[in-house]
Nanobody, 119 residues
Protein backbone atom coordinates (compact mmCIF):
# COMPACT_ATOMS: atom_id res chain seq x y z
CA UNK A 1 0.00 0.00 0.00
CA UNK A 2 1.35 3.42 -1.01
CA UNK A 3 0.02 6.78 0.12
CA UNK A 4 0.82 10.27 -1.12
CA UNK A 5 -0.11 13.11 1.22
CA UNK A 6 0.02 16.75 0.13
CA UNK A 7 0.31 19.73 2.44
CA UNK A 8 1.00 23.44 2.25
CA UNK A 9 -2.02 24.76 0.40
CA UNK A 10 -3.99 27.75 1.54
CA UNK A 11 -5.15 31.27 0.79
CA UNK A 12 -2.64 33.85 -0.38
CA UNK A 13 -2.78 37.26 -2.00
CA UNK A 14 -1.65 37.78 -5.57
CA UNK A 15 2.12 38.15 -5.69
CA UNK A 16 2.60 35.94 -2.67
CA UNK A 17 4.23 32.55 -2.27
CA UNK A 18 3.34 29.08 -1.10
CA UNK A 19 5.30 25.86 -0.80
CA UNK A 20 3.54 22.57 -1.36
CA UNK A 21 4.89 19.26 -0.11
CA UNK A 22 3.93 15.72 -1.00
CA UNK A 23 5.26 12.82 1.03
CA UNK A 24 5.00 9.23 -0.14
CA UNK A 25 4.87 6.37 2.31
CA UNK A 26 4.35 2.62 2.25
CA UNK A 27 6.12 -0.36 0.74
CA UNK A 28 8.25 1.70 -1.63
CA UNK A 29 11.27 0.31 -3.42
CA UNK A 30 11.87 3.33 -5.62
CA UNK A 31 10.06 6.39 -6.92
CA UNK A 32 10.71 7.38 -10.50
CA UNK A 33 9.11 10.53 -11.88
CA UNK A 34 7.13 12.79 -9.57
CA UNK A 35 4.68 15.38 -10.80
CA UNK A 36 2.38 18.18 -9.72
CA UNK A 37 -0.97 18.66 -11.43
CA UNK A 38 -3.72 21.16 -10.82
CA UNK A 39 -7.41 21.38 -11.58
CA UNK A 40 -9.38 24.59 -11.50
CA UNK A 41 -13.18 24.61 -11.30
CA UNK A 42 -14.71 23.72 -14.66
CA UNK A 43 -11.34 22.92 -16.22
CA UNK A 44 -9.40 19.79 -17.00
CA UNK A 45 -6.56 18.65 -14.81
CA UNK A 46 -3.27 19.95 -16.17
CA UNK A 47 0.36 19.07 -15.59
CA UNK A 48 2.18 21.85 -13.78
CA UNK A 49 5.67 20.43 -13.30
CA UNK A 50 7.55 17.17 -13.27
CA UNK A 51 10.89 15.95 -11.96
CA UNK A 52 12.79 12.79 -12.71
CA UNK A 53 14.58 10.77 -10.08
CA UNK A 54 17.85 12.34 -11.19
CA UNK A 55 16.42 15.84 -10.91
CA UNK A 56 15.55 16.78 -14.49
CA UNK A 57 12.59 19.14 -14.50
CA UNK A 58 9.86 20.30 -16.84
CA UNK A 59 7.30 23.05 -16.40
CA UNK A 60 4.09 24.22 -17.98
CA UNK A 61 4.57 27.47 -19.85
CA UNK A 62 2.11 29.19 -17.52
CA UNK A 63 4.30 28.61 -14.45
CA UNK A 64 7.83 28.56 -15.83
CA UNK A 65 9.99 31.08 -14.03
CA UNK A 66 7.57 31.34 -11.08
CA UNK A 67 7.33 27.76 -9.80
CA UNK A 68 10.14 25.42 -8.83
CA UNK A 69 9.78 21.68 -8.38
CA UNK A 70 12.28 19.75 -6.27
CA UNK A 71 12.50 16.45 -4.46
CA UNK A 72 14.24 14.71 -1.60
CA UNK A 73 14.72 11.06 -2.48
CA UNK A 74 15.76 10.19 1.07
CA UNK A 75 12.36 11.36 2.29
CA UNK A 76 10.29 10.25 -0.74
CA UNK A 77 9.02 13.81 -0.91
CA UNK A 78 8.41 16.26 -3.72
CA UNK A 79 8.00 20.02 -3.31
CA UNK A 80 6.52 22.82 -5.35
CA UNK A 81 7.70 26.32 -4.52
CA UNK A 82 5.21 28.78 -5.98
CA UNK A 83 6.19 32.44 -6.22
CA UNK A 84 4.53 35.46 -7.78
CA UNK A 85 1.19 33.74 -7.52
CA UNK A 86 -1.69 34.91 -9.69
CA UNK A 87 -5.44 34.48 -9.28
CA UNK A 88 -5.38 32.10 -12.24
CA UNK A 89 -3.19 29.75 -10.22
CA UNK A 90 -6.19 29.03 -8.01
CA UNK A 91 -6.88 25.30 -8.19
CA UNK A 92 -6.67 22.02 -6.35
CA UNK A 93 -3.09 20.81 -6.64
CA UNK A 94 -2.36 17.10 -6.81
CA UNK A 95 0.92 15.25 -6.66
CA UNK A 96 1.51 12.05 -8.58
CA UNK A 97 4.36 9.60 -8.57
CA UNK A 98 5.49 6.56 -10.51
CA UNK A 99 6.17 4.20 -7.63
CA UNK A 100 7.89 0.85 -7.68
CA UNK A 101 6.90 -1.53 -4.89
CA UNK A 102 7.87 -5.14 -4.27
CA UNK A 103 4.81 -6.35 -6.15
CA UNK A 104 4.22 -3.80 -8.89
CA UNK A 105 4.92 -0.43 -10.46
CA UNK A 106 2.33 2.18 -11.15
CA UNK A 107 1.06 5.73 -10.70
CA UNK A 108 -0.20 6.90 -7.36
CA UNK A 109 -2.03 10.12 -6.59
CA UNK A 110 -2.45 12.31 -3.56
CA UNK A 111 -5.80 13.59 -2.36
CA UNK A 112 -5.15 17.19 -3.41
CA UNK A 113 -4.62 20.46 -1.61
CA UNK A 114 -6.49 23.69 -2.31
CA UNK A 115 -4.57 26.79 -3.38
CA UNK A 116 -6.55 30.01 -3.57
CA UNK A 117 -4.99 33.25 -4.80
CA UNK A 118 -6.96 36.41 -4.14
CA UNK A 119 -6.63 39.51 -6.30
Amino acid sequence: QVQLVESGGGLVQAGGSLRLSCAASGSIVRINEMEWYRQAPGKQRELVASISRSGSTNYADSVRGRFTISRDNTKNTVYLQMNSLKPEDTAVYYCAADVVTILLQGPYWGQGTQVTVSS
